[in-house]
């Protein structure tokens, strides 16, 4: 597609139910990625996707959270039993060369209740 | 451990005042600097990049300088409008690291008419 897609928009859940979230790449962009943005704070590295590599796991924040990418292309976000803290906008990036910045999706803002 | 930081959470400037962001980065091998734009509700926007070869970069009313020497960054937002109004982040990378951006916590600009 013409930039990279995320949905939900938003997300709304009760604490202790599992989510997912999805995100849409740019059509060839062969790295992914996942932030999380807190309100009002800069963004946090959760995972990222390189082609057929094994995924780059280091900034996910428990084994609550996990993410997969099917075919190269889109990719799940999961988190379990979820808590207040993951309240959050979490953004998905992608890009075509691991030289150059990301384009970024327009998030998915979870609310935890 | 790496970060990248910015000197002031908060910037107001006049309408048609130029505006500079600072940002400081704490890895010397980092190879790669990108800054980004965020308004409300969206999600972060390219704005301008450089590499660690180059000390400065200019793009449509921005410019990017590099000081290596002394590990800052910063933005200069010519003619400023208040459109320009919203949080600048800057990232660094280094390539032997995978092609991960780190963030800097961002700095909330706002335009006075």
């Known amino acids: 597609g013409a930039g990279v897609s995320q949905s939900p928009s938003n997300k709304v859940t009760e604490k202790g139910k599992d989510v997912e979230l999805r995100c849409d790449p740019i059509?060839?962009?062969?790295?992914l990625y996942w932030y999380r943005q807190s309100l009002g704070q800069g963004l946090e590295f959760l995972i990222y996707f390189q082609g057929n590599s094994a995924p780059d796991k280091s900034g996910l924040p428990s084994d609550r959270f996990s993410a997969e990418r099917t075919g190269g292309s889109v990719s799940t976000l999961t988190i379990q039993r979820t808590q207040q803290e993951d309240s959050a906008v979490y953004l998905c990036?992608?890009?075509?060369?691991?030289?150059?910045?990301?384009?970024f999706g327009s998030g998915t803002r979870l609310t935890v209740v | 451990g790496e970060s990248v930081g910015l000197h002031l959470p908060t910037l107001s400037v006049q309408e048609g005042d130029n505006s500079i962001i600072n940002c400081a980065y704490s890895?010397?091998?980092?190879?790669?600097f990108i800054w980004y734009k965020q308004e409300s509700g969206k999600g972060p926007q390219f704005i301008i990049d450089?590499?660690?070869?180059?000390d400065k970069r200019q793009g449509q009313r921005v410019t990017v300088l590099l000081n290596k020497t002394v590990k800052h960054l910063s933005l200069q937002i010519a003619a400023t409008q208040p459109g320009d109004s919203a949080v600048y982040f800057c990232a660094e990378k280094s390539y032997n690291q995978g092609g991960k951006l780190i963030f800097g916590q961002g700095t909330e600009l706002s335009v006075k008419p």
């Open positions: 450089i590499r660690s070869n180059m």
């Open positions: 990036a992608s890009t075509l060369q691991l030289t150059d910045g990301y384009t």
């Open positions: 059509s060839g962009h062969t790295a």
């Open positions: 890895n010397s091998a980092s190879d790669y």
